[in-house]
């Protein structure tokens, strides 16, 4: 087990084309680090650096105390899974599971021990004479999984492990590997650009744009406090909405409505700004008929009207249109066309009650939680109401929270699910 | 359904003729293998007068043949199994490594496949008579790698081709060299092309002829296409063609046996690289 620590990585491919730019990162021992960006942004690139299979153009990059630059990827003791998982076709599961350890030449009992205990907490026993080809997704995962937490490793790497499997079944692999994560408590980067994987996984998520690290943080962290209006639109679904404003000293002035800042570290942020993005969260409106009394002095209230609800049951989406100034609103598009995201034109999507009863058409009274909301700088993108503070909370609690779920996990070993014991062998 | 009825009967039409343009000539020889050497000229029919096996008794009885068939045997094998290894290397680095020069092997490879093979052998039959490669194995062997490794090398890296680069990485990941990488993994995974360029390789050796009868003068090294040219027969009174009718069935079984059994591979080789890559 190791950190890996990256000082100021560079990547330029052979075209010229720069994939990744001066990218520091820390992944502590043992902690559990995921890299999301948009497609293209990256990710893999940096993680194959990792791992050895991309020459590094400038950079250190140290796995433990020892810089690996040159070292070649078998003698890193790395393990990944590929995102096609890369299991070699003509071997049977045993054999695929058992193919570090050949190489390493271990003793044939000693190589059959591991290879049973490994499968066993894959649940692949019934499988180990079988051949990839004949296998589901989901168990070809495993294989690969397999293949990879057979060997003390320093580190494992995933890049996108999920991506090619069906919705029910990601969802039950996402808990798998987050359980044997825990258990093993092996450093771990991982690769998605799944935000639930994202969110659930990761002790950290560290964000990518066009090769670029854009911020590094608890989920919480990047969800609450984001710095800058790229990660504020990447992370969360569906994104934070950027109305343009206009600051008047007291009040924004939002196409959807005039809303109060009342707090005075938001207005100072602002400073002289004539025009800003406020960003707010689909969640953080509501249906003002169903917000209390006492609760709608905390914010602020505007009438707009809706253009098209969507009832989910267990909530409610509602979509508003509106105008905005020609150049921010083509700055929005370029944003939300990176990424990724669908919407074609300047609308808030909004977040209601399942229990509210606005409908298409309506003219309705929406409620804003102005506490919430964030302002950004329109040609920097900077986030000028993120709160230090909060973050440095934010981050103590983060550590406690990683602290405690490995202490329940490993009490978990102790006394608890049969294949526990098998578990613990592999991680040594 | 009237039209795809009447294009179906076209079809059968043009099968057939093409079937019996290419199978008449071979079951006429298949047949003159069976007729009495006295036979031919005196009652010309398709079907032999009396079904004899006399033939193929003389040809296996006539040294003539019988060692010529064992240089055939052992000069393609070798050459095979040689053309095969080199080949499967040559295209392999070409396949996965980038370097400089690459483009240019591969054309010159091209190039040695289109080369009008006849126009050598003056030159070679001189050279190999100066350093006594002339009527050895080694001297027929030699130019059948030079000209069966092109095709070889095209086939395999269209094979290799499409062998995922990621195979090879993960072993590496896992802690293979390249070259444990390449012998456990992509070998083994590449071993349809092998094949399939195995075979082709053999038969180029198998069925030449010029050089087989430019560069032998004895026994000693004479495969059998050029060995029955200088087919006799029991008697030199008569014309020995129904002995060399037979001896070139004998010759054309191993080939057709191979090709029948392999039919699906040689396609899917030969073609893997056209459809995919
Ligand atoms: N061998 C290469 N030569 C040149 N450019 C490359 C090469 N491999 C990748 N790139 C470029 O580097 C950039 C980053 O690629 P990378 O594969 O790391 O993206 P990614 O973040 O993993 O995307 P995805 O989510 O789609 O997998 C891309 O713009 C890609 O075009
Ligand atoms: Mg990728």
Redo the contacts with the bound molecule.
């Keep these: 087990m190791a950190a890996i620590t990256m000082k100021n990585i560079v990547k330029e ?3 010229g ?1 720069k ?2 730019r001066d990218v520091s990162l820390d992944v502590q021992d043992g902690e559990f680090m995921i890299l999301v ?10 993680l ?1 650096m990792i791992v050895g299979l991309e020459d590094i153009t400038s950079g250190e990059m140290r796995i433990g105390d020892r810089v690996v630059n040159q070292v070649a990827p078998r003698e890193r003791n790395l393990s990944m899974v590929f ?1 096609n998982y890369a299991l070699y076709p003509h071997l049977t599961v045993y054999e695929n599971i058992a193919f570090p350890l050949r190489l390493a030449k271990k003793p044939n009992e000693e190589i059959d021990r591991r290879v049973r205990e490994t499968a066993e907490v894959l649940e692949l026993t019934e499988h180990l004479d079988r051949k990839p080809a004949n296998l589901s997704g989901g168990q070809r995962q495993r294989v690969a999984m397999g293949r990879a937490i057979v060997r003390q490793a320093d580190a494992f790497l995933f ?2 492990p999920l991506s090619n499997l069906d919705a029910k079944l990601r969802g039950q692999m996402r808990t798998e590997i987050s359980r044997l994560q825990r258990r093993l408590g092996v450093t771990t980067v991982y ?1 998605t ?1 799944d935000q639930t994987e994202a969110m659930t996984l990761g002790d950290r998520v560290a964000v ?1 744009r066009k ?1 670029v690290l854009q911020q590094v943080g608890s989920p919480r962290e990047l969800y609450e406090q984001p710095v800058n209006l790229f990660v504020a639109g990447f992370i969360g679904s569906p994104s934070m909405n950027f109305l343009p404003a206009s600051f008047d000293g007291t009040h924004l002035d939002t196409p959807l409505g005039r809303v109060p800042l009342d707090d005075p570290r938001k207005a100072e942020a602002v400073g002289d700004r004539q025009v800003v993005l406020v960003g707010i969260r689909p969640e953080d409106f509501e249906d003002a008929e169903l917000v209390s009394a006492e609760k709608r002095q905390r914010g602020a209230t505007v009438r707009v009207r809706v253009d098209v609800t969507e009832w989910l049951g267990n909530e409610q989406y509602a979509y508003v249109p509106y105008e905005a100034p020609a150049d921010l609103a083509g700055q929005l598009r370029d944003l939300s066309r990176e990424l990724d995201s669908d919407q074609l034109r300047t609308q808030a999507v909004v977040a209601l009650d399942a229990s509210s009863l606005i409908t298409a058409g309506d003219e309705a009274e929406l409620w804003i939680d102005t506490g919430k909301l964030h302002i950004f700088d329109p040609a920097t993108g900077e986030n000028l109401t993120r709160d230090e503070e909060r973050v440095a909370a934010l981050g103590r609690h983060a550590d406690r929270a990683r602290e405690a779920q490995r202490r329940a996990q490993q009490d978990g070993n102790g006394n608890g699910r049969p294949e526990a014991k098998a578990g613990e062998s592999p991680s040594g | 359904m009237r039209e795809s009825g009447r294009s179906r009967v076209l079809w059968i039409i043009a099968t057939a003729l093409i079937l019996i343009w290419t199978v008449f000539p071979i079951l006429w020889i298949v047949m003159l293998s069976f007729k009495q050497p006295g036979e031919i000229g005196n009652a010309p029919k398709f079907l032999p007068r009396d079904w004899t096996w006399e033939n193929y008794r003389t040809v296996f009885s006539t040294d003539l043949f019988t060692s010529a068939l064992i240089n055939s045997i052992g000069i393609s094998l070798i050459a095979t199994f040689v053309g095969v290894v080199f080949a499967t290397l040559v295209a392999y680095a070409i396949a996965r490594l980038d370097f400089p020069g690459k483009k240019i092997i591969l054309s010159f490879a091209l190039a040695i496949a289109m080369f009008p093979v006849v126009s050598l052998v003056g030159p070679l039959f001189n050279l190999w008579r100066d350093i006594g490669l002339y009527d050895t194995w080694p001297g027929l062997i030699i130019p059948y790698i030079s000209f069966a490794l092109p095709l070889a090398i095209w086939t395999l890296s269209a094979f290799f081709r499409e062998i995922p680069w990621e195979m090879e990485q993960a072993a590496q990941v896992d802690g293979a060299t390249t070259w444990q990488a390449f012998r456990k993994v992509i070998v083994p995974l590449a071993a349809p092309g092998v094949f399939t360029a195995a075979i082709l390789t053999f038969f180029f050796c198998w069925n030449d002829f010029v050089f087989g009868i430019s560069l032998t003068s004895t026994g000693n090294a004479r495969p059998v296409p050029a060995a029955l040219a200088f087919f006799t027969g029991e008697s030199q009174f008569e014309q020995p063609t129904t002995a060399i009718c037979a001896a070139a069935v004998v010759v054309t079984i191993p080939v057709v046996v191979i090709v029948l059994l392999f039919q699906r591979r040689i396609v899917a080789g030969l073609t893997s690289g056209a459809v995919k890559g």
């Design positions: 491919y052979g075209d084309f994939a990744v960006g948009p497609s293209g942004c990256g990710k893999s690139t940096l194959r995102q890049d996108e690769v650009h990518l090769g």
